[in-house]
């Protein structure tokens, strides 16, 4: 075998402060085993571990982002 191989790679796009973006189909194997499947043309895998459909995303890190960024700013007065 050269190590080489006539498949495309697979592509896999890092999102900051978000998720990692696959191109599916694809197949998670979790530490216990159990395997996950998404046919879909870009899988979105969690990498916040925040999402309750882990290992995919859920855009849970979105709402911790607006938390961060409402707390950040003083109080507004209306
Ligand atoms: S990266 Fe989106 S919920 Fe974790």
């Given at each position: 075998m050269s190590g080489t191989s006539d498949r495309a790679a697979t592509r896999v796009v890092?999102?900051?402060?978000?998720?990692?973006?696959?191109?599916?189909?694809?197949?998670?194997v979790l530490p216990n085993g159990t395997?996950?499947?998404?046919d879909r043309p870009v899988v979105a895998l969690c990498a916040c571990r925040r999402s309750r459909r882990y290992p995919f995303c859920d855009?849970?890190?979105r709402r911790r982002a607006r938390a961060d960024r409402s707390?950040?700013?003083?109080?507004?007065?209306?």
């Open positions: 890092v999102v900051p402060g978000g998720p990692l973006l696959v191109e599916g189909p694809v197949e998670v395997v996950r499947v998404a855009t849970s890190h707390s950040a700013r003083p109080g507004r007065q209306g």
